[in-house]
Each structure stands twice: as structure tokens, then as C-alpha cells.
């Protein structure tokens, strides 16, 4: 066969995939067009940059997903979640053969946007923000295509795929059950349906994973639906949805899962939000989360020098201040601000926190 590395590849996902994959050389093309690679697809070097010219993907190993400066070392991270969805996507995809490198990249940079101290953290910035710009708000998975779109590489972007930047912008905005956001009008890539549905199982899963690790839930806790239909284990309740997913999408144009399933799995997501996500447990947490990120907001929009010397530039427009100042915090690790809040609000030589 002639042609290069990548026309081979090209070639051989026609022939292969799915009618309903996005194909390769389909694509729609980059903000700013490029020489093609020799070897790799351009979602293949999107999935590249992402790896490894991305610094936003990185931090991702400090940033929460549920218990906030965690002691047990194996809790999810921001990265591990990521990592998870990821797997999760490229099994989905390559079942009902679909663009295993697109998916995986807008996995990789589906929560890049995200801040610290995980959704608490992201509610206290949008309250923070609004604060100084009414007209404003802050919600991750738009931050995220801003991360990749404007802000990495020094204000020079990423410039990756149409698609991918749309699968990015296609995370759900708000905890919904999976029969809702399925039966939605949806015109991105099934890739990027195939992401949103992973996000789900994989959170759902691995957050209940780390709440039975902890103590916070125990398994008699679990409502019968969830483990009659489910399973009993992290394993058998992934591997349940997943599979349902598979065999209920098959050559089909959108992706869709059995009743039972879904209804299960909607029991599930209602259980850990009431038991975990917006529960009395983390309301002191999320007391504390509220008050660093705000305090942290208001120090820089009013505080010049440590503006400058942060981000090195200190705007006199206001709504171009919180803007600078609302990018700054949500690119923070969890003990990065931890750390900033102790340098700017606690007496010299106080001791640390640490354990």
C-alpha cells in the first residue's frame, strides 16, 4: 500500500469503522491549519499535545474529585478520574467502532478547565466571579476549551480539532440521569456522546469506590436496585454498565442503554448525591472551600503587586481583572491554594497544616 503512515491509517478507518465514526479525514480542520503528520491522524496529535504539552493536563494530579487534601493515598485525583474515563471511552468505542484516538483525546481534556477542591471548588468560583462581574460565570467544561483554546503555551493554544474542542464543550452542564441526556437532540460526534456517557460510569463508580474505601458508605448502605442489577462490586458495576451501553448502541447513530440499566444507574447518581455529593458530611468542607476561594478572588482583584507578580499583569478594567483573576485561581492545585491562602492570610512562620 502507498502513501504515508497516516494515509494508511486514513484508509484503513474508512474501510473499517463504523459509518457512523468520525473519520480522520473528515475532519473539520484546526482554528489555524497545519502541515499533516507523516505518521499520526490529527486526533492523534491532538491526544499527543494534550499529553504532553499540556500543563493544565498535568496539574490534574493535584486537583480533588470528592474528599478534599485526602490522607489515603489511593483516592481518585482529577488525573486518575480522567485516566479512568479515558479507558472507559476507547472500551465503548472500540466495541461499536468508533474513533478510538478522538475519544480519547476529548477524554484527556474534558476537565482540564476544572479548579481546585473539585465541584465545591467550582461553585465557590462562580460565586467569586459573579461577585465582581455579574455578567459573568464559570462552569468547567467551558473553561476547559479556554484552556486549550487561549491559555496553555503562553496565550498560543493548543489548536486542536474542531471536534475535539467540541466534545470538550459537550460535557453535560449539570447531574442528570443518563435516559435524560441520551434522549437529548445531540449534534457532536457520537465520540463525544460516547465521553459524556464514560464521565458518568466512571464517576458514579469510582466515587462510591472511594466512599467504601473510606468508611463514609458501607455496602448494606447501597439501595437493592443498584446492587441487584449493578452487582455487588466496583468491577461487576462498571463492566454492567458499560456492556449495556455496548449492546444497546450497535450500529447505531446515537448511543442508548436498557431500562433497567439506566434506571439503576439513575438510582445510583441520586443516592450519591444525596448521601455524598451534597451531603451534611461535606458541608463544613464545603464551608471552608467557599471562604479560600473567595478570599483568594478578592486579595488579587485587590492587590496589584501579587497580581502582577503572579500572572504578571494587573488590569485596571474590572471585568478584565476577574477574568485574569478567574483564570489564575481555577488553574490552582488544591495545595496551591492551600498554600497561597497561608502565605497571603496567615502570620509569618505560622505552622503548616500538613500531616
Known amino acids: 500500500?502507498?502513501?504515508?503512515?497516516?494515509?494508511?491509517?486514513?484508509?484503513?478507518?474508512?474501510?473499517?469503522?463504523?459509518?457512523?465514526?468520525?473519520?480522520?479525514?473528515?475532519?473539520?480542520?484546526?482554528?489555524?491549519?497545519?502541515?499533516p503528520c507523516p505518521v499520526r491522524t490529527c486526533y492523534q496529535r491532538d491526544r499527543d499535545r494534550i499529553i504532553h504539552l499540556c500543563r493544565a493536563f498535568r496539574r490534574l494530579a493535584h486537583k480533588t474529585q470528592v474528599f478534599f487534601s485526602p490522607r489515603e493515598d489511593h483516592l481518585r485525583t482529577r488525573l486518575s478520574h480522567?485516566?479512568?474515563?479515558?479507558?472507559?471511552?476507547?472500551?465503548?468505542?472500540?466495541?461499536?467502532?468508533?474513533?478510538?484516538?478522538?475519544?480519547?483525546?476529548?477524554?484527556?481534556?474534558?476537565?482540564?478547565?476544572?479548579?481546585?477542591?473539585?465541584?465545591?471548588?467550582?461553585e465557590a468560583l462562580d460565586e467569586a466571579y459573579r461577585s465582581h462581574d455579574p455578567d459573568a460565570h464559570f462552569h468547567h467544561a467551558e473553561h476547559s476549551l479556554r484552556?486549550?483554546?487561549?491559555?496553555?503555551?503562553?496565550?498560543?493554544?493548543?489548536?486542536?480539532?474542531?471536534?475535539?474542542?467540541?466534545?470538550?464543550?459537550?460535557?453535560?452542564?449539570?447531574?442528570?440521569?443518563?435516559?435524560?441526556?441520551?434522549?437529548?437532540e445531540c449534534s457532536t460526534t457520537l465520540e463525544a456522546q460516547v465521553i459524556r456517557v464514560a464521565d458518568q460510569i466512571a464517576y458514579l463508580?469510582?466515587?462510591?469506590?472511594?466512599?467504601?474505601?473510606?468508611?463514609?458508605?458501607?455496602?448494606?448502605?447501597?439501595?437493592?436496585?443498584?446492587?441487584?442489577?449493578?452487582g455487588r462490586r466496583h468491577s461487576q458495576r462498571v463492566g454492567r454498565m458499560v456492556l449495556d451501553v455496548i449492546e444497546h448502541s450497535m450500529d447505531a447513530p446515537r448511543l442508548a442503554m436498557s431500562e433497567e440499566v439506566a434506571l439503576a444507574s439513575e438510582v445510583l447518581m441520586r443516592f450519591m448525591d444525596e448521601r455524598v455529593?451534597?451531603?451534611?458530611?461535606?458541608?463544613?468542607?464545603?464551608?471552608?472551600?467557599?471562604?479560600?476561594?473567595?478570599?483568594?478572588?478578592?486579595?488579587?482583584?485587590?492587590?496589584?503587586?501579587?497580581?502582577?507578580q503572579a500572572v504578571g499583569t494587573a488590569p485596571e478594567d474590572r471585568k478584565l481583572r476577574a477574568r485574569v483573576v478567574c483564570d489564575y485561581v481555577a488553574g490552582m492545585t488544591d495545595r496551591f491554594a492551600h498554600s497561597q491562602f497561608v502565605h497571603h492570610f496567615l502570620p509569618s512562620g505560622f505552622p503548616s497544616f500538613d500531616v
Open 205 to 230: 463508580n469510582h466515587d462510591l469506590d472511594d466512599c467504601l474505601r473510606l468508611g463514609v458508605l458501607h455496602e448494606e448502605d447501597l439501595p437493592t436496585e443498584v446492587t441487584q442489577i449493578l
Open 1 to 35: 500500500m502507498s502513501g504515508t503512515i497516516r494515509e494508511r491509517t486514513e484508509a484503513w478507518e474508512a474501510e473499517y469503522l463504523s459509518p457512523y465514526a468520525q473519520l480522520s479525514a473528515r475532519s473539520r480542520g484546526r482554528a489555524h491549519p497545519e502541515e
Open 147 to 184: 484552556v486549550v483554546d487561549v491559555l496553555e503555551r503562553g496565550g498560543q493554544g493548543l489548536n486542536l480539532t474542531h471536534e475535539v474542542r467540541e466534545g470538550i464543550l459537550a460535557h453535560p452542564k449539570a447531574l442528570r440521569g443518563p435516559r435524560e441526556y441520551l434522549a437529548e
Open 277 to 308: 455529593y451534597h451531603s451534611p458530611l461535606l458541608e463544613d468542607e464545603r464551608r471552608k472551600v467557599r471562604g479560600v476561594v473567595q478570599q483568594l478572588f478578592d486579595f488579587y482583584m485587590n492587590n496589584d503587586v501579587a497580581l502582577r
Open 82 to 122: 480522567t485516566l479512568e474515563v479515558a479507558q472507559i471511552g476507547r472500551t465503548i468505542a472500540k466495541a461499536l467502532r468508533l474513533n478510538e484516538e478522538l475519544t480519547e483525546a476529548i477524554a484527556l481534556a474534558h476537565d482540564v478547565g476544572h479548579t481546585p477542591f473539585g465541584h465545591c471548588g467550582e
